[in-house]
Structure formats: structure tokens, C-alpha cells
């Protein structure tokens, strides 16, 4: 199974998704974010996009790295990974159901104004500005296809400690 963690930046996909991870048994998390660094060290480079997400290879390469880590290792898998794009959703989503690997599909949500916070005081990655930029195109995703496809989770007001909780106890229960 794969607890994929969506969200725009700043909602706290990755310390969630590392609390996730101890609070589900035989569970490993798998930043999908890797492959695109990987397909950004080809030499030379692949033509720029503006974002790796829009290269064709990455998205089922997503699908297959998780594919083979659960044929190998079985369990689950906690992805954290923002994905806007409702076409790059039903890809990476439909190739998990071809390979019959269930998802389940949690949004980490904040309101704007929070996330804008976090994002401008993050003390480990400090304020970025294409953090920033993806604020609206979240907005726009979350009103339009987005939230109607997983099971949001308004942090807002809530620690990642606690987000963790709930969607452990969701998937387990």
C-alpha cells in the first residue's frame, strides 16, 4: 500500500510523513522528489521545464521505483510529494492501480496565509520564492480536482504530530 502525502508547500508533507512512518508497521518512506533530482543530474541536461514534474519520464518512473521497493520489500510506503497537475495525478495514480497497489490519498492543507508563514520562516530551507509561487496554483488544484480525490487534513491548527496521528489512525482503522 502507499499513504501518499499531498499538499503544496509549507502544509508539512515531510515531517509528517517521517511521523507516519513510526506510527504504521512495516512502513518506509519514499520521497518521490529523488527521481526528479536524479533525472535533473543527466548530463547533458534534459531541456528545462521549470519543474521536473513536467518531464514525461518522471511520473512512471515514480510509479515503477514504487512498484519494485514494494515487490522487494513489501509493507507500505509513505510518499510525500506534491502533485498539482490533475493529468499527472491520474497518471502516477493509474499506473499504482495497473499494478494493483491501493493508495491512499491524504491532502495536507493549511489556509493561505498559514502556509505563506511557514514557508517565509522555514529555518531549515529558508523563504523560497518557488515555495511561494505554488501557492496559488495549490489553491487553484485544491478548488478544482484536488480535494474532491483524497482525504484532506486541515493542518492549520494542527502539529504534524498530531496530522501524523490521524492519518495513521485512518489507514489503520
Same mark, same amino acid.
Given at each position: 500500500?502507499? !499513504? %501518499? ?5 509549507g502544509a508539512g508533507k515531510t515531517t509528517t510523513s517521517?511521523?507516519?512512518?513510526? +506510527? ?5 518512506? @519514499? ?7 536524479? /533525472? ?8 528545462? *521545464?521549470?519543474? @521536473?514534474?513536467? %518531464?514525461?519520464? %518522471?511520473?512512471?518512473?515514480? !510509479?515503477? *521505483?514504487?512498484?519494485?521497493? $514494494?515487490? #522487494?520489500?513489501?509493507? *507500505? ?6 502533485? $498539482?497537475?490533475?493529468q499527472y495525478w491520474r497518471e502516477i495514480s493509474a ?7 491501493? !493508495?491512499?490519498?491524504? !491532502? /495536507? ?15 531549515? /530551507?529558508?523563504?523560497?520564492? @518557488? ?6 496554483? #495549490? ?5 478544482? %480536482? ?11 491548527? +494542527? ?5 501524523? $496521528?490521524?492519518?495513521?489512525? *485512518?489507514?489503520?482503522?
Amino acid at each position: 500500500m502507499i !499513504v %501518499w502525502l499531498n499538499g503544496t508547500h509549507g502544509a508539512g508533507k515531510t515531517t509528517t510523513s517521517a511521523l507516519v512512518r513510526q +506510527l504504521i508497521p512495516d512502513s518506509r518512506e @519514499f520521497d518521490a522528489e529523488k527521481v526528479g533530482e536524479t /533525472l535533473m543530474d543527466i548530463k547533458p541536461a534534459l531541456p528545462w *521545464t521549470g519543474n @521536473f514534474q513536467h %518531464w514525461p519520464p %518522471w511520473r512512471p518512473l515514480v !510509479v515503477e *521505483t514504487a512498484r519494485h521497493v $514494494l515487490d #522487494y520489500a513489501g509493507g *507500505t510506503l509513505v510518499m510525500p510529494m506534491t502533485v $498539482l497537475v490533475e493529468q499527472y495525478w491520474r497518471e502516477i495514480s493509474a499506473g499504482l492501480a495497473g499494478h494493483g497497489i491501493p !493508495v491512499r490519498h491524504f !491532502v /495536507l492543507h493549511a489556509d493561505q496565509d498559514t502556509l505563506r508563514r511557514r514557508i517565509e520562516g522555514d529555518t531549515v /530551507l529558508g523563504p523560497s520564492s @518557488f515555495r511561494l509561487s505554488h501557492l496559488d496554483l #495549490y489553491a487553484e488544484a485544491a478548488r478544482t %480536482w484536488l480535494h474532491s480525490e483524497a482525504e484532506v487534513i486541515d493542518t492549520t491548527h +494542527l502539529t504534524p504530530a498530531e496530522a501524523a $496521528l490521524r492519518i495513521a489512525e *485512518t489507514v489503520k482503522g
